[in-house]
C-alpha cells in the first residue's frame, strides 16, 4: 500500500503541481488593488492516469489507493528516469546530496532562509540555482520539501526558499545542523483529498472520471 502513491506517479499521463500562496485581493471604487498573502503554500499536485491502461495490470494499486482513501498519508518521489528533468540538480556541485548542512532559522524575520553551515566542496560557481529542489533531513527523518528562489554562490551563507520553513520536527531545531536532500532524492508525503472514480471499458481495460488531488501532509 505504501507504494501507492509512487505508482499513481510513475504511471501518470499528466501532472500539474502548486506552490503558490494563497492570496486576498480587494478592489476599491477607483480601481486600486490590494493584496495579502494569506500563506499556506503548500504543495498541491493534480494528477491524471490515462485511460485504457489494462485492469489485470493495474487492478493491485487501485485496490491499494482506495484503501488510502482520503485520510491516509503516503509518499512519492520524482525519481523515474523519464522525470530527471523536472527536478534536475541545476548547481556545480558534483557530490552534493545529503552533504550539505543547513541550520533553520530562529527569528521572525528570516522564516524564508535556511544558513549554510558547511559541505560544500566548490570553490566557484553555485551551488544551488534558482528552481533547485531541496529538502531537510536528519538521520532518518525527513522534513518538508523547498524550491530554491535565488541563486547561491559557492560562497554565500544562506539559501533564500519559496515559502517560509515549515513545522519541521522539532529535533531539526534541537540540533545545530540538519543536511540537505536534493532534486529527485526529495521526498512529498501526501494525502489523496480527491479520488476520481473508474469504470470498464472495452475488455480489461479502465478509464477514469477525472484527476487525483495530492495535497502535501506538514511533518
Not at 143 to 154: F, K
Not at 200 to 211: I, T, Y
Request: glycine fraction near 8%; charge should be negative; charged fraction near 20%.
Amino acid at each position: 500500500m505504501s507504494e501507492a502513491f509512487q505508482w499513481l506517479i510513475d504511471t501518470a499521463s499528466n501532472i500539474s503541481m502548486n506552490r503558490k500562496p494563497l492570496v486576498a485581493k480587494t478592489y476599491s471604487r477607483n480601481g486600486i488593488v490590494r493584496s495579502v498573502s494569506r500563506g499556506f503554500n503548500i504543495w498541491r499536485f493534480n494528477v491524471t492516469l490515462p485511460d485504457g491502461r489494462r485492469w489485470t495490470d493495474d487492478r493491485e494499486y487501485i485496490s491499494y489507493l482506495e484503501a488510502l482513501n482520503e485520510t491516509g498519508v503516503g509518499a512519492f518521489q520524482f525519481n523515474n528516469t523519464g522525470y530527471d528533468w523536472m527536478v534536475k540538480y541545476l548547481g556545480d556541485q558534483t557530490s552534493f546530496n545529503d552533504t550539505i548542512q543547513v541550520s533553520l532559522p530562529n527569528n521572525p524575520d528570516n522564516q524564508n532562509e535556511l544558513t549554510i553551515q558547511g559541505g560544500v566542496t566548490i570553490s566557484s560557481g553555485f551551488l544551488f540555482r534558482a528552481g533547485d529542489f531541496i529538502q531537510t533531513k536528519s538521520g532518518g527523518t525527513k522534513g518538508s520539501v523547498y524550491v530554491v528562489r535565488e541563486d547561491v554562490a559557492w560562497d554565500a551563507t544562506v539559501i533564500k526558499l519559496h515559502r517560509p520553513v515549515q513545522s519541521e520536527p522539532q529535533a531539526f531545531y534541537d540540533a545545530n545542523s540538519v543536511n540537505l536532500l536534493v532534486g529527485a532524492n526529495c521526498e512529498w508525503q501526501v494525502q489523496c483529498v480527491q479520488m476520481p472514480s473508474w469504470s470498464f471499458f472495452a475488455r480489461d481495460q479502465v478509464a477514469w472520471s477525472g484527476e487525483f488531488i495530492l495535497q502535501e501532509v506538514l511533518t
